[in-house]
Nanobody, 116 residues
């Protein structure tokens, strides 16, 4: 099992920045990919960004150039730096960890609201 604990969400004005953190614990050596997904009101959950154990990254087109995913292996933590935030970035953000057999673990979610 893998436990994921997110932090860093909140309310920010358009154009502002936030950094989300996801601390992993448990059987982390089985994890191949970690990432962030989000679900906006009335919409399906979507992938925002992911990072492999080798450091390869992948981003949704809507966040490229604004968001950066990174990981600190010593702290078993993944970060999502979000800059130039827009109202359409408002959503619940979920940390995800995918095991070698593609089984997914999920965090509890953290709310990000972009509003003036």
């Amino acid at each position: 099992q893998v436990q994921l604990v997110e932090s860093g969400g909140g309310l920010v004005q358009p154009g502002g920045s936030l950094r989300l953190s996801c601390a992993a614990s448990g059987s982390i050596f089985d994890i191949m990919i970690m990432g962030w997904h989000r679900r906006a009101p009335g919409k399906q959950r979507e992938l925002v960004a992911s990072i492999s154990s080798g450091g390869s990254t992948n981003y949704a087109n809507s966040v490229k150039g604004r968001f950066t995913i990174s990981r600190d292996n010593a702290k078993n933590t993944v970060y999502l730096q979000m800059n130039s935030l827009k109202p359409e970035d408002t959503a619940v953000y979920y940390c995800n960890a995918q095991r070698f057999d593609r089984y997914d673990f999920w965090g509890q979610g953290t709310q990000v609201t972009v509003s003036s």
